[in-house]
């Protein structure tokens, strides 16, 4: 780093981070915390056997993420990228047809997309809340699709069809879905929410996840809630949900000792052993979320007090799980310098993923005008957002006792 990009507030923002987690050595971006009967549920497992993707650990896990969620069904699969992939291929994606997305996400969204044979077309994101526009996505709609005789929605220029949106909640801070999903109503766009980085958040009082025909979640290693690897498909569609069903197992036809298959399968259910880790953090879900946004809004308080970054706060009518926390430069070199300050001190800062316009795989793809997505990459910085394991300890031993602060 030139000498000329020092800056003593970078210090003081890693002194900030190092007294808020209370280490002197490597802190990560984000580590599980496993507090709960983790181990309990995974002896379970051992003893009855039942480790792979049937058993009873995997229902249990479906029917309370339905219930936290506020769906009427989940399907667990091996990840997000699953979860994504099956919802677009029973949304009715196929090969060519283009699916609106944000620039500014996990490359998991578009591959997901490749993966059912389509193509994104990208749209831009706002600049608050950093998920997709719905200004931005109406744009694009008005300026670059029309119906062609048969009243199919269409990009002009290259005819392909417009089948879903994609919208994701970046960083488990829920954006403006509520008028994304007017947008595809008024299309008549199925919406797939891509929640991965969501689980609890709301907006209005509704659950990130459940404002579509279906969403996803991720229960990556690096997530608020971990099954070691995993995803989930939510919706309140019964057929959608049975069809995503059928299709993460090898698509086998019921019979008691018959093998018989009815189209092709994928073999993506989740294993018992997986559930079983999130059966166990879903029984404190409340408290771990409540530590999460406890972690945020110190990290608020100290950069209002005349730092150098400005955090990326939630909208006033939403309730984020504060998956991620994030801090907007004012420029790329001084970004730069940060995160080359924090990584010689052993603080993991990360720059926020590469928009996957700029990619080689989908540079050719569609998109509207992207200024806030290329803002946003230049400039903001996610910090360390683990969960303390001893104010959760705390939490948990104040539900224990019926004490638990709201």
Known sequence: ??????????????????????????????????????????AECVDSTFVSSVGPFVTRFEQMLAAYCECEHAVAVVNGTAALFLAFKVAGVEPGDLVITQSLSFAATANAIAHAGGRPAFADIDADTLSLSPDSLLQFLETQTGRDEAGVLRLTRTDQRIRAVAPMHTFGRIG?????????????????????????????????GAWGRASVLSFNGNK?????????????????????????????????????????????RLPNLNAALGVAQLEYMDELIAVHRETAQRYADF?????????????????????????????????????????????????????????????????????????????????????????????LAARSAGSVRA
Request: net charge neutral; hydrophobic share 40%.
């Open 1 to 42: 780093m030139s000498e000329d990009r020092f800056n003593p507030a970078h210090d003081e923002i890693i002194a900030f981070v190092r007294k808020l987690y209370g280490a002197a050595g490597p802190i990560p971006l984000h580590a599980p915390v496993f507090v709960g009967r983790e181990k309990e549920y995974l």
């Open 176 to 208: 403006r879905i509520d008028a994304v999903a007017k947008v595809c109503a008024a299309y008549e766009l199925p919406l797939i929410e891509d929640a991965a980085e969501a689980l609890g958040s709301r907006r209005y009082g509704r659950a990130a």
């Open 224 to 268: 608020t809630l971990t099954t070691g690897g995993g995803g989930a498909i939510l919706t309140n569609d019964a057929q959608f949900a049975a069809r995503a069903r059928h299709l993460s197992t090898t698509a086998k036809v019921a019979h008691p000792y018959e093998f018989k298959h009815d189209e092709v399968g994928y073999n993506l």
């Open 303 to 395: 950069f209002r007090n005349g730092s150098t970054a400005r955090f990326i706060e939630e909208l006033p009518e939403a309730r984020s799980n504060c998956w991620l926390n994030a801090v907007q430069f004012a420029d790329e070199a001084e970004r730069t310098a940060f995160l080359e300050r924090a990584t010689a001190a052993g603080v993991m800062a990360r720059a926020v993923w590469q928009p996957l316009h700029r990619s080689p795989m989908y540079a050719a793809d569609p998109r509207g005008p992207l200024p806030n997505t290329e803002r946003a990459y230049e400039t903001i910085v996610n910090l360390p957002s683990s969960a303390a394991p001893d104010r959760l300890a705390e939490r």
